[in-house]
């Protein structure tokens, strides 16, 4: 059973383009979250996605920002018009239903020029 | 005030010695998460409780909900041991995590 996979591990952006990073939950995990990682800062909340529906986007930024999970494939975060404070680790999870435990992904490290 | 803090925020240890992670927290949980990050990064769940203690090889997690405040320790600390140390709650309101800011743990040979 493979852990949860993220891709790509590594993403530089110039400023106004697009950023799309992949999840793949563990199999037969059907609850997704995902987390940034600021420089120097401390994890954070940014969404909690079950297949198809968000739950709780309490933590995304407001603009710019977007998630899904769809029926089949990874989960997407989507960063649109990036700037430089986007700069950042973007770590997902996954848990299966029911169950707490969040198994997390190695990250994507987004580097914005 | 943040609703999850860690202390020491650094911690500096010769290999063998007895480490002791600090969480306090100051709102209803229905369960706390111990997590390591390794230097590359990388993410690591180690326990998550809700009540008790837990022990899994030379760690060993507590939690009093009354006190609301849990500790971590590591039993004869290894240089491999080395990484930040990271307390979560999650809220009995929802699913999403809140995180302290992590303790930088480095143990010497």
């Given amino acids: 059973n493979a852990g949860v996979m993220q891709n790509p591990r590594h993403l530089v952006r110039r400023r106004g383009q697009e950023a799309r990073l992949r999840c793949s939950p563990m199999k037969g995990h059907s609850h997704v979250y995902w987390y940034r990682q600021l420089p120097e800062e401390g994890l ?14 309490s933590g995304m930024p ?27 680790a973007y770590f997902c999870a996954s ?19 | 005030k943040n609703e999850v803090e ?6 500096t240890a010769q290999e063998g010695e007895f480490i002791t992670i600090n969480c306090s927290y100051s709102v209803g949980i229905s369960a706390l998460h111990w997590l390591q990050q390794h ?3 990388g993410i690591v769940s180690l326990f998550m409780l809700s009540s008790g203690k837990k022990k899994h090889g030379r760690l060993i997690a507590t939690i009093n909900i009354q006190e609301k405040h849990s500790s971590l320790h590591i039993t004869a600390s290894h ?6 140390y990271i307390c979560a709650v999650r809220s009995r309101s929802g699913s999403r995590l809140t995180f302290g800011e992590g303790t930088q743990l480095t143990v010497n040979p």
């Fill in chain 1, 44 to 57: 954070k909340f940014m969404v909690y996605l079950q297949k198809e529906n968000i739950i709780d986007e």
């Fill in chain 2, 39 to 41: 230097p590359g990064g």
């Fill in chain 2, 79 to 84: 240089p491999r041991d080395s990484a930040v």
């Fill in chain 2, 6 to 11: 860690q202390s020491p925020q650094n911690l």
């Fill in chain 1, 95 to 113: 848990s299966p239903p029911v169950v707490d435990t969040q198994y997390f992904g190695p990250g994507t490290r987004l580097t914005v020029l």
């Fill in chain 1, 62 to 88: 407001k603009e710019r920002f977007s998630a899904e999970f769809p029926k089949e494939g990874p989960s997407i975060l989507r960063i649109q018009q990036v700037v430089r404070g986007d700069s950042a």
